[in-house]
């Protein structure tokens, strides 16, 4: 985990990202009647080398982020600089050369492998889009290669998906995902289809291979316990929002976002005693429907902080004015009236 350090340009700069999906009623004359607002302006930088947890419920925008920055949306606002390059509106060949950079491991292992192909064919499938990066006659070797680097013996080439267990399969996404020498990858949920026992070994794989391979990765996860280990820095997503940023420290120690907090009240803790000793927060209900979002802050039908001003005034992402002058960990972005670093008190 190298932090900024890995380089002095981000690698990835997002600004005011939107991804709006059109509602529409009728079956002849479709009429547009709103909008779902999956991704509502986000901003974000990725460094070369780091990882970017990206976190929060089911439907707040997660893995509308991860295909926007694939290419397999197209976003309604915002620009997607790769390396100084606004990268979401290319299309044929520049896109295609990007692309190759830029990689995605899903979340099941069960669905995203095609078990009519062997994994040789499925990893290999790139090299169809790219043959320059494996000339035909390379390309068996160059398989069994990855197959090697992500801990799989080489000569199940000619095996086929179902012969392999679920961490087995994730594997084999992973080696798809790095056969064309990426620079980012991009994980949606990439562990939450496994057994407890299995993530682990599939994350530790994922860090080795950043070192080995100076990769750059966008980790997304419901779950803030399972991006911890493995990022440098954290984004947590609310109703198409990033709700709150920072370091691993920053973000899992002095959390200043009720929303943040409230995730964090439900991560297990494996001592008895601090299980009992701290708060637990329990959200009411469920993430309101993206495409009627509440009012000034979005979080605030659920939030048990909320007062008039946060029917009103949406609280901007940035340091609150309260920590503006102060160094430590609590100075980082919350966008929240009445965000409050409550420490490790939140936790135990
Ligand atoms: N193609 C689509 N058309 C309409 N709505 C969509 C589409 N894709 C996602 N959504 C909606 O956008 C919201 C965010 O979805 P998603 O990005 O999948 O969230 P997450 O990955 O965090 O669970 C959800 O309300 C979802 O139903
Ligand atoms: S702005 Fe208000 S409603 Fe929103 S998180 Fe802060 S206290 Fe809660
Ligand atoms: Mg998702």
């Not at 974000?44 to 694939?70: Q, R």
């Not at 994350?203 to 100076?214: A, K, P, V």
């Amino acid at each position: 985990m190298s932090g900024t350090a890995g380089g002095r340009e981000p690698i990835l700069e997002v600004r005011d990202l939107v991804k709006h999906f059109p509602l529409t009623r009728g079956v002849l004359v479709r009429r547009r009647i709103g909008a779902v607002q999956a991704v509502d302006g986000v901003s974000f930088d990725l460094w070369p080398g780091e990882t970017l947890g990206i976190v929060g419920e089911s439907g707040c925008g997660k893995s509308t982020v991860a295909k926007l920055m694939l290419s397999l949306e197209r976003p309604t606002a915002g620009s997607i600089r790769y390396k100084g390059e606004d990268i979401s509106r290319l299309s044929g060949r520049a896109l295609k050369a990007v692309r190759r950079n830029i990689q995605m491991v899903f979340q099941d292992p069960y669905t995203s492998l095609n078990p009519r192909m062997t994994v040789g064919d499925i990893i290999g499938e790139p090299f169809d889009i790219h043959p320059d990066v494996a000339p035909k006659g390379d390309r068996r070797r160059r398989v069994q290669e990855l197959l090697d680097v992500v801990g799989l013996n080489p000569e199940y080439v000619n095996r086929y998906p179902h012969q392999f267990s679920g961490g087995q399969r994730q594997r084999i996404g992973i080696a798809r995902g790095l056969a064309l020498n990426p620079e980012i990858i991009v994980a949606d949920e990439p562990v939450s289809a496994l057994d407890v026992s299995v993530q682990a070994q599939v994350i530790n794989l994922m860090e080795r291979l950043q070192s080995e391979f100076g990769l750059a990765y966008m980790f997304i996860a419901h779950d803030l316990s399972i991006v911890r280990h493995i990022s440098d820095r954290v984004a947590v997503m609310y109703l198409g929002r990033i709700v709150e940023t920072g370091t691993e420290e920053e973000i899992y120690e002095h959390a200043t976002h009720p929303y943040t907090q409230a995730l964090l009240s439900a991560v297990p803790v494996p001592d008895p005693e601090l299980s009992r000793r701290r708060e637990r927060i329990i959200l009411a209900g469920d993430v309101p429907s993206p495409a009627n979002p509440p009012s000034g802050c979005r979080f605030r039908t659920r939030c048990w902080k909320a007062q008039a001003l946060c029917a009103e005034v949406d609280p901007p992402l940035a340091v609150p004015a309260e920590y503006a002058g102060a160094s430590g960990p609590a100075r980082h972005d919350s966008a929240c009236h009445f965000a409050e670093d409550k420490g490790r008190a939140v936790r135990g």
